[in-house]
């Protein structure tokens, strides 16, 4: 395994990861797929992946759920939390490396979860020109358009012409 072999030694692996959970942070709506170059160094394992998902979003204009295909690229230092030739707990690191467990477990997991989060948009639109939701009802304007648009072009002055009309009706013999 890795951690017992001398620095420099690679190994290449492949994720395909089909039901990643990282709920209620991500929807993950594919496999995560890619791979991953690790790689021994004088105390640590460097790790470089290169991997895809497709996320579930919600868009932040019309509130409907639509998918985006990420790519994220990481390059990662994990640190043995034990000494692998004997079996003794090393310090934990002084600095931002991360750990490897002490079941020798290096677990990228949470590594892809923290990229996959830096993916997500704030705002996310599932399309630039997405029309979002009717102020006034509610509606969806681009799968579900409604009639409001036609009312609302009388805006404030509706109440007034509806007065008018009254007025005229009213002097109508
Ligand atoms: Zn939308
Ligand atoms: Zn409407």
Request: glycine share 4%.
């Amino acid at each position: 395994m890795l951690l017992k072999s001398p620095p420099g030694t690679t190994q290449d692996i492949f994720v395909d990861e089909a039901s990643p959970q990282f709920e209620p942070d991500l929807f993950i709506r594919s496999p995560i797929r890619g791979p991953v170059h690790l790689m021994r160094t004088q105390r640590d394992i460097v790790a470089r992946g290169d991997l895809m998902a497709t996320l579930e979003l919600e868009c932040s204009r019309c509130l409907e759920p639509f998918a985006t295909q990420v790519e994220i690229h990481f390059e990662e230092v994990y640190r043995p939390s034990l000494d692998v030739a004997t079996g003794a707990p090393l310090k934990p690191p002084d600095d931002d490396a991360l750990r490897i467990s002490e079941q020798q477990v290096l677990d990228l997991k949470e590594t892809v979860r923290q990229y996959l989060l830096t993916m997500v948009p704030i705002q996310p639109v599932c399309q630039p020109d997405c029309r979002g939701l009717c102020p006034n009802c509610g509606a969806a304007l681009d799968t579900d358009p409604c009639q409001c648009d036609a009312e609302s072009r009388d805006g404030p002055f509706a109440a007034l012409k509806a007065l008018f009309e009254d007025g005229a009706n009213r002097r109508t013999p």
